[in-house]
């Protein structure tokens, strides 16, 4: 799904899907390959490009050394680089890759030397009022290198850094005045500082090593990096972990909260646990949700891999039809495969996904996906499946038609794009040639996530900001 | 499976598993592309070198072009470098890595300058007489660049050429002193010959364009290159395909066969067939015969991503018990991730694949996986399964344990490493920490691939030569 | 003797020498071939990085494209990168190579995005009151990414550009401010502005092309720019060079001028004229009041390559004795070779020197340098031509020693590496092995360079701010 | 010379001047720093590609590294790819850059794994039946990867070393079927094997280390591998070095001998000496002849740096005329600066040479040098002369136009680039805009060698083979 968005999302520069990562280990051990182990975990939320940067706590004052670059984790972050840097406290960031803004000046960790020492900050999320806080700044004499909202939160905390007695207060100082979506974590040569938004729009969570803390986006980043997960970071929570442990400032929470239902849906990791909800079980019973709104009478229940296995499995399990891998996926044909001429783009698909013949020969079946963006890559799959021998393809879809911005940094294409924006899902259905199609009603979400608040504005247009 | 073996393989520098292609296009459109596309659904078979040959068969006598390098085919062509290609017929290769023979002097295709021209090789397979063509040709004055037995097949015809009216004939006086498994083809500026060892161990299938053929390793790269499949290369069959069409020769046949099992158990890929036999059906009979054998109790049957998930629905199947996922796996962390140290080994699994809570709380399960070699592996699964809250684990493994070494091209670790060799069922049972364990029977692989006779010596010590 | 400098230099960060160069081209043609083109004749200025932007006058406002990296010009601008590059007007720089600061962040141009648009920044020379200027701007939250005191010069001006109506305005405000030797390039979009130091410590000159203008460090770098010497810039005069022709301000005229006599002495270029006088003829009569001052009785005089040859000329002449190579310089061996150990130390020096034998054999001779640093390599030289059969060998030092520290941009080694420090000459030449040895008087520098004012503080202690 | 000659070279792949290289510490003492510095002191015969091939005398049988590629020695050789060699013998080259021929599979040493171990050769010089010699080899299936001659010995080495007892024996075996000029150097393991064709057309010196010895094409590369000349190897000596010392074998040693005089004129170094005479020696007497010939009353005598200046020396001498230097050479532009456009290409001799206007002004003046290719290049440096104010500008030319191809390694540019092909000796003063014209007349060449017979066929078509 993430492939198929990036694919056709183009321009707004500062909306972004990242995943961020801290570490502090008390007792001196190094924290490079852990920070590197726990960005592996979070690629799925951005392979554009990936950065760390770490200090040593009982080091010379202010040395943060750092490393960033376009790239997967293991492109970037090789035994030679690695060997070059050191620390027991750390910051990491992967970042999504959307056209137009890809850059290395976007690259994070900002690392900054300003009049008091050295910062590194991480963010994930949108700030809507990013362009106002430039402009300040810009009227200072700040000048930016990249494009992106992060950097503007970044000098804008050394500004206020310089006027503040500890980078905890710059940061609050600093959130108090940020609108939007966000989890941030800011980093001097002793100390990180963790943040996320009052609403609760951007996941984070806290987990505890042996002796140390980490901070991370998902908690399926904990596990590789040693550590247990104990508890989300509350939104409008400021989290100061020092040395000297764990320091709490919760003067921004606010009353509202909306979790965006997207990190459910398909951003977050299935062996994740975000505030409260596995997202595993939030996939299988939007399935199972799917199945009683939609339910159909066929032989066997399947997904597009691997964005739409796990709704499948709901949807199968509710009906009691047997759940069956239906395609062959090539995992070896990534971002970087040779791009394909128009005449060529047929033989794309069938290179990333074959039809198991002998599954669908002579078959009715369900084929579950978590969104349809142009519909062209849906329509390629029914077609396969039906030269495959396929009687019937049920196409089921596990969310609603997106109709709506996101403000808040999930990065939606833009209208002219999306299928569901020109076409009713009875026109949809004909399109990708399916003999039905179901849509994910906006009133089913809450089986996904229980009574969580949820943001739903791109299905629903009811922003919260 | 393919990863695990690789980790443990160690030397011997003349064994490797790879893949072939050949295409001849007669409208004189180019070839590079497809090429391309058809290693791309070949990378299974080899991921440490990708290369390719292509000529006119219009242009210029002897002008043979190539690249190859280390890498994946993703890695090896980029758009600049195809762009530095053409041609409409041409031959590519995908090579496994194995320790220790990795080299770029061993990439294929070699594409050789002689006397009368220029011709390039591609090989898939063993000579188990290798070293005596290697000394006759060196007291000939030839000098090897490489350590690869297919260097010496190269200049083994080239030899031979200098003194044959054609490239086929050449091809069929080296294949008559050929001992071994292996699928080769052979290309000159305007010809592509392939030829398969007599028995058939390596596999080898032709495939029709609008207007010409394709030759591979395998028929799931048939379609990604616009090809559809028409059979398989017979055992000891000489094919020759030049603008005027196939020739076959057929002097080399040999009544008995020995496909080799292995292909069918993790080889090849799913949506391929062989000789007859889908490889998911394989599969799925394979997983269905263990059921039969070792049947268990349990709530739900899963596989190791991604080698054990079909024999796993065969075995669920045959049962009536529910397949589930129960890992994520992490498709990011591939060959190139840092390499843990001793002490991060345990958390590199988890990087790789993480167990799904929700799934396995409370529930007794079956894991099955295509084999064991150390059993390293297998005991840290079963134990982050236990972790996870599962009651029971019970593992069966999808092929005998091998005992005896391949010589016809399959890269089966030395005996010291191997589990199998050192300690009975019951013994790896206790160690991997399972609750049963269960291996294919010998004789329940005829289910597999039905009457086909087969090569099984690694597991049996039965050799055919 | 450039070489020999950066081999022992070692620490102060903000010192440096360098080339600017700034071109307009009226009639719309392509300017970056010939910033190229300015920099390779500036390149003796600095081997370190090199530097261009470049904008489009008629283009759209904003848009300045830059490359800059570390190597030599050859190095960092190949015909690929130029392609990528265009514009009718723009900047360059070269970078002197001093150990400790050499790092791509403080390579020029400095290209900078801020409110107003985007300027570009070129510097030659040292701010003695850059620390003061760099914290008023860092506790106004300006980070600095290099340790250069350029960077300060162009975020000053930054911040000045956002209060000022134009940029030459800026630049005049910035100029008042800065203390020290200097010569600067300003480069918005659609403008150049040049600026040279009250004093004329540092060189810049103005040329004509058939439709533009060209500003150069020196007059070396216009003829292969394809433009006409039209005269220096004046002490304390801004330069603003537009599409409309030129302005001239000369508000920060100072009555005092003190002109390095180090440009003349071995920085400047030998086809350079500076403030009217030209090189060439400085070292010519430097070398005849050399000969004047300490004359021998000898068969040949001559230099060393290059740095010695043209005042052991003067010499020469003064004296009317042969002047004749002696050496063999190997131009081959440069910046980059491999470094040799200790014990090959001696043998280094013979690879990018060696002596003609022939030449020397049985003769008294005179060698000329422009200095001696540590002594060592002088040593060196002297028992090389009294191995080959040299008399006598009588050296001549074209320059006074420097005993005193540079703050106006000359990198001169720390005290305790200069011999002239801790020995007297009597001391030195003894030290060095020759029969003689003179140094040019520092009342003698005057016949260099006629009745031009000059700074000889390195030599007298005697600074003009 | 040699960078005008290369312009305008073209394609008779076969031809090639090179620098061999080799040496033997008995004492064991790693070489691999002493052939780059021996290679850096050849780097004026090649400058295309650099290599060595090591080995240690006292490791394993058959252990030879090596390393090589396209570019300078310091490009080639960096302290990390030395590093990764160690040995105490070894073999190094330097290739000429020739436009056509130009690839990384002719670059040397040719190292070859064959039936009895490895072996490694260097080559200088032109094998005029290498066609014939490569045919038979071919014939008997053998592959060439590269198209240079010294390929052809490398491999008719192989195959005649393994029907013989010792490497000597079969250089000895091979030599006596070449024909043509060369100097060659093959190494085993543990020995190296130099020759020199029986005319002595190619030059090669032995040198002597403390304890063991160095071959190389000039002795200018002794001194800085730490050796002392002892003598130049005889025309037809086979020359064995071991742990056990020198063994020489004159068997192929003829009456006739022909040192080619382009060593003399331009290849070799100044300060090497060859067969009896010192190549500074020969330019100076060389000068003298030609003003003897042609004198002129001039106010001073100047070259063309480098290639032209010590025959200006001795020209100055003969008549008593002061020597000056005319031109700034920028020693920063070498082969890899941006390529000018067809429009750029007068300012682009500006930036290899300026003229030093002080000097010429108002003089009458003599220009030397060592030969005229296309002639625009002499016609741009008169022009510049008289720009500058030179009176009168007379040029001289140190060798007699070359009308004749060589066989035995020059590379010669094809006769319709050679401006002595079709105009007269005045037609080509006009067409320089020079005031006189005169090139060195044949006779006088013997002047430059004393009596030591000289190959002079590209000037007088009177070939010894």
Not at 96 to 111: D, I
Not at 228 to 251: A, C, L, N, W, Y
Not at 396 to 425: E, H, K, M, V, W
């Amino acid at each position: 799904m993430c492939e198929q968005l990036s694919e056709v999302s183009v321009d707004d520069k500062l909306n972004e899907e990242c995943g961020v990562f801290g570490i502090i280990d008390y007792d001196g051990n190094d924290v490079t390959r852990r920070i590197c182990y726990g960005l592996g975990a979070l690629q799925h939320r951005g392979q554009e490009s990936a950065g760390m940067a770490v200090s040593d706590t009982n080091g010379p004052k202010g040395n943060i050394m750092y490393h960033k670059d376009m790239g997967l984790v293991s492109e970037v972050f090789r035994d030679e680089t690695l060997n070059g840097l050191s620390g027991n406290i750390g910051v990491g960031h992967v970042r999504y890759s959307t056209t137009g803004s890809s850059s290395k000046f976007n690259a994070q960790p900002f690392v900054l030397n300003y009049l008091k020492g050295t910062l590194a900050l991480v963010h994930n999320g949108n700030i809507t009022n990013s362009e106002e806080l430039k402009y300040e700044l810009a009227n200072e004499g700040i000048v930016f290198h990249g494009t992106s909202d992060s950097e503007v939160i970044a000098y804008k905390l050394v500004r206020t850094r310089i006027r503040s007695a500890t980078i905890e207060e710059a940061v609050a100082k600093v959130a108090a005045e940020l609108k939007g979506g966000y989890a941030i974590i800011a980093m001097s040569p002793r100390k990180i500082v963790g943040i996320r938004d009052p609403f609760g729009i951007k996941p984070l969570c806290l987990g505890k090593l042996e002796n140390g803390y980490v901070l991370a986006s998902e908690s399926c980043a904990l596990t590789v990096a040693g550590a247990e997960f104990v508890r989300d970071i509350e939104p409008g929570e400021i989290i100061t972990i020092t040395q000297d442990g764990i320091k709490s400032d919760i003067s921004l929470k606010s009353e509202k909260r909306a979790h965006c239902i997207f990190e459910y849906i398909y951003f977050a990791r299935l062996d994740s646990k975000m505030d409260g909800i596995n997202v595993y079980d939030a996939r299988i019973n939007g399935g199972r949700a799917l199945a009683r709104r939609y339910p159909v009478d066929v032989d066997i229940v399947s997904g597009v891999p691997d964005s739409g296995l796990i709704a499948a499995e709901g949807y199968a399990k509710e009906l009691g039809i047997p759940f069956e891998l239906v395609f062959q996926k090539n995992s070896y044909v990534g971002r970087t495969f040779i791009k394909p001429t128009q005449e060529e783009r047929t033989r794309a698909v069938h290179l990333k996904l074959s039809v198991l013949e002998s599954v669908v020969k002579g078959k009715r079946l369900v084929l579950v996906d978590d969104s349809i963006v142009r519909g062209t890559t849906m329509a390629n799959l029914v077609k396969m499946l039906r030269k495959a021998g396929a009687k019937e393809v049920h196409v089921r879809i596990s969310s609603p038609p997106f109709l709506y911005p996101c403000y808040y940094g999930t990065d939606i294409p833009s209208n002219s794009q999306l299928i569901a924006n020109s076409l009713s899902p009875e026109e949809i259905c004909e399109k990708i040639g399916a003999d039905s199609l179901g849509y994910m009603q906006i009133e089913d979400l809450e089986t996904m996530t229980k009574d969580l608040p949820l943001c739903k504005a791109c299905f629903d247009n009811n922003y919260i900001i």
